[in-house]
């Protein structure tokens, strides 16, 4: 079974502060996602992957960094953390690019910005 | 402007009922169409897909219908259970790109 995993679960920081979002999968798949998920908005993508080192812009990149250092790890950065960035993010990933494989979604990061 | 619009945005029907969740597109590229349902504190999970070369896809007691002339897609769920409650997202996509793009939800509440 698909496992993608996320860490922090829960992140506090404070305006201005750097923070960094991980996630990996054990899947073997080379595309891997970044959302962010407010009441209202649905899933609303930020930046994704096709493999190692490559990186897309998605729909709402403003405010993040990403960095896809191996196959496994995806990581999502937010060097000057705002509090319009406070909100659920998931990381995903899948066999085939969004268009057509199935995402595969980890636990989620809940992350506060005061 | 939001390429892909869900309605209603929270529904409660009681158990054994017929759910009924629809979704509307802008983009006519678009040829992929998948439901994700969402459990509380869960990331969400593919619960049923369908490609624009068909118009219906049966799996239990999901169903999602597409409707390529209107651009409109629906989830029904027959004899809806408590189990069912959860968010109901529909998405889209062409099978060309690389990017899923995600409705707003619709948060179900099936009570017994």
């Known amino acids: 079974e698909a496992a993608v995993t996320q860490s922090p679960r829960n992140k506090v920081t404070v305006t201005g502060g750097n923070v960094t979002l991980s996630c990996r999968q054990t899947?073997?798949?080379?595309?891997m996602y970044w959302y962010r998920q407010d009441t209202g908005h649905g899933l609303r993508l930020i930046h994704y992957?096709?493999?190692?080192?490559?990186?897309q812009i998605g729909d709402v990149p403003d405010g993040y960094k990403a960095t896809r250092t191996t196959q496994e790890d995806f990581f999502l950065l937010l060097e000057l953390a705002s509090p319009s960035q406070t909100s659920l993010y998931f990381c995903a990933s899948s066999d085939a690019p969004g268009g057509r494989g199935e995402q595969y979604f980890g636990p989620g990061t809940r992350l506060t910005v005061l | 402007q939001q390429q892909v619009r869900q309605s209603p945005q929270s529904l409660t029907v009681w158990e054994g009922g017929t759910t009924v969740l629809t979704c509307s597109y802008e983009d006519s590229t678009f040829n992929y169409f998948p439901w994700y349902q969402q459990f509380p504190g869960e990331g969400p999970a593919l619960l049923i897909s369908i490609l624009s070369v068909s118009d219906k896809k049966e799996d239990g007691r999901f169903t999602t219908f597409f409707n390529k002339r209107e651009k409109k897609l629906s989830l029904h769920i027959i004899d809806s259970q408590p189990g069912d409650s959860a968010t109901y997202f529909c998405a889209a996509s062409n099978t060309n790109t690389g990017k899923l793009t995600f409705g707003d939800g619709t948060v179900l509440t099936v009570k017994p």
């Open positions: 992957s096709y493999g190692a080192g490559n990186l």
């Open positions: 899947n073997s798949h080379n595309y």
